[in-house]
């Protein structure tokens, strides 16, 4: 089982819709998760940080369950500038390299 | 407050040469990590280096690559005797010390013909 898995996409949503993508990871002893955004040959950007409790940034929320040992992120009322790839990253201690899925792609469509 | 700055942004070598990459942390980052992006593929992890110090290298290849970061100046990538598999996007994050959010540099995208 690798690391860190992602359903690649795409998911192909309309304007306006709400979207949920999932991660899941193996090394129960992870502490730290997070969502990037990475833009078709741009680097990835920091979208949200998921502790224990989840969080929610605007139309976006993450969630992370242990038990199963997986993370969420949805975004709801999708914008055509949405669109781009999601990535999930796990650490299993601070300062230490983050384990990335492969990405999973959204296009928003007018 | 500049962010993480890498360069070049594209640098092209031809086979056998060797190709430098930098990467220059965020204002008060003292932690580095370098990061390649193969076409089509994720992140993987290459080196997370410390000022004068490499903690963790399981992600290097064994050979033609190194890493430094210096007391002064950027953290350097050093590929010798590039070959076409090399060709990626090379990406430097860097971390504040004693805390674990990563910034990502706009990388190096080196193509080895």
């Known amino acids: 089982r690798k690391e860190v898995e992602q359903d690649p996409g795409p998911f192909n949503v309309p304007e306006g819709a709400t979207v949920a993508f999932n991660c899941t990871y193996s090394?129960?002893?992870?502490?730290?998760f997070f969502w990037y955004r990475q833009d078709c040959r741009k680097e990835p950007k920091l979208l949200m940080s998921v502790y224990s409790s989840g969080n929610e940034d605007g139309r976006f929320t993450a969630q992370l369950n242990r038990a199963s040992q997986y993370i969420s992120l949805l975004i709801r009322d999708s914008k055509l500038s949405d669109s781009a790839t999601y990535l999930c990253?796990?650490?299993?201690?601070?300062?230490?390299?983050?384990?990335f899925g492969k990405g999973t792609r959204l296009s928003v469509i007018a | 407050n500049a962010g993480v700055m890498q360069n070049p942004r594209h640098l092209v070598r031809r086979r056998g040469q060797e190709a430098r990459l930098r990467c220059s942390p965020m204002?008060?980052?003292?932690?580095v990590y370098w990061y390649r992006q193969l076409p089509e593929e994720g992140l993987k992890f290459m080196v997370y280096l410390q000022k004068e110090n490499i903690i963790d290298e399981s992600g290097m290849p064994k050979e033609r690559f190194s890493a430094e970061f210096p007391k002064e100046g950027p953290s350097i990538l050093r590929i010798q005797q590039v070959v076409r598999g090399d060709s990626a996007a090379y990406f430097c994050?860097?971390?504040?010390?004693?805390?674990?959010?990563?910034?990502f540099g706009p990388g190096t995208r080196l193509t080895v013909l």
């Open positions: 090394n129960s002893a992870s502490q730290s």
């Open positions: 204002k008060g980052h003292s932690h």
């Open positions: 994050a860097s971390s504040p010390a004693q805390t674990d959010t990563q910034y």
């Open positions: 990253a796990v650490e299993s201690s601070g300062n230490t390299p983050l384990v």
